[in-house]
């Protein structure tokens, strides 16, 4: 019987990567749906050979919701950073359940969301989490850390363009983790093999294989690109104005410079087994991400 796999956020950076590694199984018992906000009536895809459909869903239309569900098995959800995160895991939880077909739900999460100090957006984590747990539908939660890639899609142009980027991250360090691991690592917990309900409630904490500084990933980033790349320390208000002037909300903003006061304080530099302990290999190191993406800085 074909079983059907619906990856939330599927347009985004993870969900892409997540579809990605999920077609390449070539499964041809699996159906695989990416539903995005973006998405505009049923279209199908095909990717690695296997067919993929199309279908947008707004958490604020339940009729929507429950179309996107209809005979879904397994879920990968990916919700918006947003004040409403809470209320969008609700929504398609409540639609889940009262379906009663889901059997798994994959919940791309946030590090320290169980943990103190408890900041904006960890704290709408856990809720979203407790949400998935009060449900009684099996679940996994990934919990990840800063992702590299951000050094590309955020800080990429002031890279190229001005050889520094500037934020307000102190001398603290993080284990930045590679998209790719973390898209390997839902794909693994999403799969339907034999001893795939060893991943059923667990809490993945999911980081790189070291902790580095901003100023130690500019140092790697000089020398694979061969020219001098700087960060720079800069205080909260002048990343506060930045993103003011570029559109950016309070909240959004707020939420930036939380996470950046954790950094600052070492809550996000612990460093974590787990991508090893599913993927039976480490994770992507800096160094390792840097050479694959050396063009995206050209």
Known sequence: MTKTVLIIGASGNVGSEVITRLSASNNTDVTLRAVSRSAKGNTDLSMNGQKIEQVGMDYNKPESIVKALKNVDKIFLLTPTDPKMVEYTSNLVSEAKTIGQVEHIVKLSHIQADSEPKITITKLH???????????????????????????????????????????????????????????????????????????????????????????????????????????????????????????????INVILELFKMTRDGYLSNVSSEVEEVLGRMPISFLQFTRDYTKAFE
């Not at 998209?179 to 980081?207: M, P, Q």
Request: aromatic fraction near 12%.
């Open 126 to 252: 856990r809720q979203a989490e407790e949400i998935i747990e009060d449900s009684r539908i099996p679940f996994t939660f990934l919990r990840p850390n800063f992702f590299m890639q951000n050094f590309v899609n955020v800080y990429g142009a002031m890279i190229k363009n001005q050889g520094s980027f500037y934020l307000s991250a102190g001398d603290g360090k993080a284990s930045f983790v590679d998209i790719r691991d973390i898209a390997s690592v839902s794909a693994k917990t999403l799969g339907f093999e034999v001893k795939n309900d060893v991943h059923l409630g667990k809490a993945y904490t999911i980081t790189g294989p070291e902790p580095l500084s901003y100023a130690d990933c500019a140092e790697i980033l000089s020398k694979q690109l061969g020219k001098g790349i700087s960060y720079t320390n800069v205080p909260e208000e002048k990343i506060r104005k930045f993103a003011k002037g570029i559109g950016m909300n309070d909240w959004h």
